[in-house]
T-cell receptor, first 115, second 114 residues
Framework: AQSVTQLDSQVPVFEEAPVELRCNYS??????LFWYVQYPNQGLQLLLK??????LVKGINGFEAEFNKSQTSFHLRKPSVHISDTAEYFC?????????????FGAGTTVTVRA | NAGVTQTPKFQVLKTGQSMTLQCAQD?????MYWYRQDPGMGLRLIYY???????DKGEVPNGYNVSRLNKREFSLRLESAAPSQTSVYFC?????????????FGSGTQLSVL
């Protein structure tokens, strides 16, 4: 079974500053990795995903994440945030070898962008 | 594009009442899922249906039942609601056989059990 740990529950950041959200996972097999964003009172939408290949993955809205297999991490970054990036962010992992493709989610990181 | 549609959006129940949350997707996905979201706990899988005709328990199935009515629809039933089931419920769908796109989520149902 796999699990996900998001190391920061809340991240306050000023507008136009960079932000990094940390995610570590544990799994005995190869995995797919995802970051989702949830804006207030909405469902989750996919920011980016790592399936294979290049370890640097670019997503929507200027976000990117780097897969580090040796450190079992998948940290999310944005070089310059906007007020509209205020949201909750979830890291998720799926076992490559399973046939049901369930996702296990971290507890979430709330990002609050201040002017 | 409707995507994943959940009804109702809000519901208040008394302890012991029953209700069914409805979910439908129009993306021809094979797999459907029910998650609950609680503060500080992320999303936890309640039940899932990897394909039409199959359902399996997730991480927190107690107190719930599901029905995969057809390829489009996947309902979640609370037979006797308890205050511990107060949560936001999300339905999701995916089709991993064609490409692992991750999950597509509905907008959620906010359920309060008094």
């Amino acid at each position: 079974a796999q699990s996900v740990t998001q190391l920061d529950s809340q991240v306050p950041v000023f507008e136009e500053a960079p932000v990094e959200l940390r995610c570590n996972y544990s799994s005995s097999v190869s995995v797919y990795l995802f970051w989702y964003v949830q804006y207030p009172n909405q469902g989750l939408q996919l920011l980016l995903k790592y399936l294979s290949g290049s370890t640097l993955v670019k997503g929507i809205n200027g976000f990117e994440a780097e897969f580090n297999k040796s450190q079992t991490s998948f940290h999310l970054r944005k070089p310059s945030v906007h007020i509209s990036d205020t949201a909750e962010y979830f890291c998720a992992v799926s076992d490559l070898t399973s046939n049901d493709y369930k996702l296990s989610f971290g507890a979430g990181t709330t990002v609050t962008v201040r002017a | 594009n409707a995507g994943v549609t959940q009804t109702p959006k809000f519901q208040v129940l008394k302890t012991g009442q029953s209700m069914t949350l409805q979910c439908a997707q129009d993306m021809n996905h094979n797999s459907m899922y029910w998650y609950r979201q609680d503060p500080g706990m992320g999303l936890r899988l309640i039940y899932y249906s990897a394909s039409e005709g199959t359902t399996d328990k997730g991480e927190v199935p107690n107190g719930y039942n599901v029905s995969r009515l057809n390829k489009r629809e996947f309902s979640l039933r609370l037979e006797s609601a308890a205050p511990s089931q107060t949560s936001v419920y999300f339905c999701a769908s995916s089709d991993w056989r064609t490409a692992p796109h991750g999950l597509f989520f509905g907008s959620g149902t906010q359920l309060s059990v008094l």
